[in-house]
């Protein structure tokens, strides 16, 4: 079975620093995707950055990217320039290829700090 | 109009009551899914239907009974509920359950508290 690990049920960040929010995960499967999903107060998750295990290139998305170690089972985002909108619950997720099985974190409550 | 539209955003019910959640999808998707959320708890994945086919029950209890008439529509029945089962219910769909499934798009949820 696969398990989505978050550390770090609540974090705050200054407007316009840089925050790290960490991600592990447990599989034995070689082929999957890794996701980060953003909730923000009014409830709709949407995605935020995706990650194919089988690109060793950092997916990126403007403000957002990711530091992905497969080897370590890690994948941690990393918001830029922090703004009061990426106030959420963020959730990382684990999808085996192919499947309809997504595995979520318990997630980490950010707080953008004016 | 918004992707994935889930009605009604909130529901108080009693425990004898009998109530029915809905969504529905606009993006031309092909698998849809109920997900339970509780606080402090992982999404907990409830039902998938694939072309109208459920392909994933979780184990889920049989007071909760899903409907998929069609690709674009999933309904969630409720009856005899506890008071346990108060949670958000996320509604998601996706291009289709094999191959290159792709993102979860969710709803916004319907927020459900059993008195």
């Known amino acids: 079975a696969q398990t989505v690990t978050q550390s770090q049920p609540e974090m705050s960040v200054q407007e316009a620093e840089t925050v790290t929010l960490s991600c592990t995960y447990d599989?034995?499967?070689?082929?999957?995707?890794l996701f980060w999903y953003k909730q923000p107060p009014s409830r709709q998750m949407i995605l935020v950055i995706r990650?194919?295990?089988?690109?060793?290139q950092n997916a990126t998305e403007n403000r957002f990217s990711v530091n992905f170690q497969k080897a370590a089972k890690s994948f941690s985002l990393k918001i830029s320039d922090s703004q009061l909108g990426d106030t959420a619950m963020y959730f990382c997720?684990?999808?085996?290829?192919?499947?309809?099985?997504?595995?979520f974190g318990t997630g980490t409550s950010l707080t953008v700090i004016p | 109009e918004t992707g994935v539209t889930q009605t009604p955003r909130h529901l108080v019910m009693g425990m004898t009551n009998k109530k029915s959640l809905k969504c529905e999808q606009h993006?031309?998707?092909?698998?849809m899914y109920w997900y339970k959320q509780s606080a402090k708890k992982p999404l907990e994945l409830m039902f998938v239907?694939?072309?109208?086919?459920?392909?994933e029950n979780n184990s889920v209890p049989s007071r909760f009974s899903p409907e998929c008439p069609n690709s674009s529509h999933l309904f969630l029945h409720l009856h005899t509920l506890q008071p346990e089962d108060s949670a958000l219910y996320l509604c998601?769909?996706?291009?289709?359950?094999?191959?290159?499934?792709?993102?979860?798009?969710f709803g916004e949820g319907s927020r459900l508290t059993v008195l």
């Open positions: 998601a769909s996706s291009r289709s359950t094999s191959g290159r499934t792709g993102e979860l798009f």
């Open positions: 599989t034995s499967e070689n082929n999957y995707y």
């Open positions: 990650q194919e295990a089988y690109k060793q």
């Open positions: 997720a684990f999808m085996k290829e192919p499947g309809n099985q997504f595995y």
């Open positions: 993006l031309g998707h092909n698998a």
């Open positions: 239907y694939n072309f109208k086919e459920q392909t």
